[in-house]
């Protein structure tokens, strides 16, 4: 396999991109041609959140950055040059210079991708993926696919939330995993002993993903998404609340989060950066005064956060 790296403004780099794929290209990846320097700008934020960039984003989104990298892959048998003639003749435009041609080799990209998961040990718990062996057969173990589902309890997050899970979670209690992903979390409550899961996603293929991976764990735990939730009334609320998202969608979920929690019940946030804890602390407190709400973990610059709501 060959690729080829050109640049294009924004002016006509997706029609180039597109154009590319219709000349043969296997495929087209865009990225911002001033990545790693002074001039990057970020196009996307979180939610509430404005990009940082050293001028104003006009008031509508920015599909492409000023100068874009078009990272072009083609085929054994196609020629670089000869793609790039055909895509820009289809658009009336001179072809622009190929800055960079480089030979990819052959592998299994199957292979490629599951060797970046290896099993990962946090307390009781092994998180192993699916396609391998247990190291400790008597174990917790989490037998994982975390397919296109965010997931795998490598990131600071994620193993923050399962070392919370590992040293809170008692029988019989009632855990709603808020975003979850491949269902990590959820699974791990049901085996560490909880009563009943439930676990809550807008995402339809990480809702898939998380049932498939119930059922490779043999645990029993209900996914939805957020439409399907009441509130209404003690049976409807949880013992733990668990959401491991981020920092602005936390705070905007917090009159949600806090209307499924059980009194004294406890929540567990993350996905949370330590600048801003400060923030999510004032929103929650704010939002129910008998939350005592409070950093309980930290991984990095990762923070999980913690909190139970008192009596009445």
Not at 74 to 80: H, S, T
Not at 82 to 95: H, I, N, Q
Not at 167 to 191: N, Q, T
Not at 199 to 213: C, F, H, Q, S
């Amino acid at each position: 396999m060959t690729e080829f790296v050109v640049l294009a403004d924004a002016g006509w780099a997706e029609a180039l991109s597109d154009a590319l794929l219709q000349a043969g290209a296997w495929s087209v990846s865009v990225e911002d041609a001033a990545d790693l320097q002074r001039d990057e700008q970020p196009i996307f934020a979180e939610p509430g959140e404005e990009p940082a960039v050293h001028e104003p984003l006009p008031p509508v989104p920015v599909p492409l950055w000023p100068l874009n990298r078009l990272r072009v892959l083609l085929g054994p048998d196609r020629a670089p040059k000869d793609v790039l003639e055909v895509a820009a003749g289809r658009l009336d435009r001179a072809p622009p210079a190929i800055t960079t041609v480089r030979q990819i080799g052959e592998q299994d990209w199957v292979m490629a991708s599951q060797a970046q998961f290896s099993p990962l040990r946090i307390g009781r718990l092994w998180i192993v993926p699916s396609w391998v062996d247990p190291p400790d057969p008597s174990a917790v173990n989490l037998r994982l696919d975390p397919g296109m589902a965010f997931g795998t309890g490598a990131h600071p997050s994620s193993r923050l939330c399962l070392q919370w899970l590992e040293a809170h979670v008692e029988p019989g209690i009632r855990v709603l995993d808020y975003g979850c992903g491949s269902g990590i979390l959820a699974i791990a409550a049901a085996k560490l002993g909880a009563q009943s899961v439930t676990g809550v996603d807008i995402d339809p293929l990480a809702l898939r993903v998380a049932r498939e991976n119930s059922r490779r764990n043999a645990v029993r735990a209900d996914y939805t998404g957020p439409e399907s939730l009441r509130s209404d009334g003690p049976s409807a609320r949880f013992d733990v609340v668990i959401a491991n998202i981020l920092a602005n969608p936390l705070i905007l979920l917090a009159p949600v989060l806090l209307g499924l929690l059980a009194d004294r019940g406890s929540i567990v946030l993350a996905g949370v950066l330590t600048r801003q804890v400060d923030a999510l602390v004032r929103a929650y407190r704010a939002a129910d005064p008998r939350l005592g709400l409070v950093e309980w973990g930290r991984d990095g610059d990762w923070v999980c956060l913690a909190g139970r709501r008192a009596d009445r």
